[in-house]
Each structure stands twice: as C-alpha cells, then as structure tokens.
C-alpha cells in the first residue's frame, strides 16, 4: 500500500485520508457501539460461515469452489450492512497489522494512527468470534 500511494502520499493533505487507506475508524466515536457493531458483525461472519460448511446443514456441503464464493459474498453483506459505522474490521488482523505499519512507515504529514481507537477493532471480532463459536458449540 505504501510504495504504491508513494508519490500521493506528499499530495494528500488529509491526514485521515492516509489513516484510513490502512486501518478502521468509526463514523461516530462511541466505544459502546463501535465494540457492539464489530461483536456483531463477526459473529455473523463466524456462525454464518461455519453453517454454510457444516454437515448438520447439508449432508454434502456446498459444491465444490462455491463454498468461498458464499464466504465472500456474506463478508460483502456484512459489509453493507454493518460496515458504516465502523469499516468492520470482523478480523483482528484486518486493523492490527495496517495500524502498526502505518506508524512506522514514512508518510508525509501522515498524522496519529489513532491507537486509542485500536482496542475496538482487536477486541471486539475476538469477542465475537469466541461468542459464535461457543453457539456452534452448543447447537451442533
């Protein structure tokens, strides 16, 4: 992302621009809902995948290379959905790793990257996740 937006990068003015080319940030800063809306949206994205490969669902499982196709699409519906308020990070990783390589890397006025925010997108897909999954669990 870097070497690609390098020449843009001394263009750009914005600071939350370059911010967001690499991490989440909420349209409305309410820790609360923030965290909420990313428990929620990767808890739909772990039951909802697990069910489309599950056996308990279809004895066969989605036919062969349809399976990541389904996973896509529910990611992009989730997306829709539920992405507006934060950039549904629904993965650690999706936030973490592109938060800490915007601080170390050499923008010009790049700005802060928000690190007071990061605790929202790390713990709130992990939250979800372990909450799906303990329904899995339970139901299957």
């Known amino acids: ?64 290379g349809v399976g990541p196709y389904l996973v896509a699409c529910l990611v992009w519906g989730i997306g829709l959905s539920l992405g507006g308020t934060t950039g549904y990070a629904i993965n650690p990783a999706r936030d973490l790793g592109p938060r800490i390589a915007h601080t170390v890397l050499p923008i010009a006025k790049k700005g802060g990257s928000n690190w007071g925010y990061a605790p929202v997108p790390i713990l709130g897909p992990l939250a979800g996740g372990a909450l799906a999954g303990l329904v899995v669990k339970l139901v299957f």
């Open 1 to 64: 992302m870097w070497l690609h937006f390098f020449p843009h990068w001394r263009e750009t003015p914005d600071a939350d621009a370059k911010l967001a080319c690499f991490c989440t940030s909420p349209a409305i800063r309410h820790r609360a809902a923030n965290l909420a809306s990313e428990v929620i949206g990767t808890f739909v994205l772990v039951l909802v995948a697990n069910a489309i490969g599950s056996k308990a669902v279809s004895t066969s499982g989605p036919a062969a």
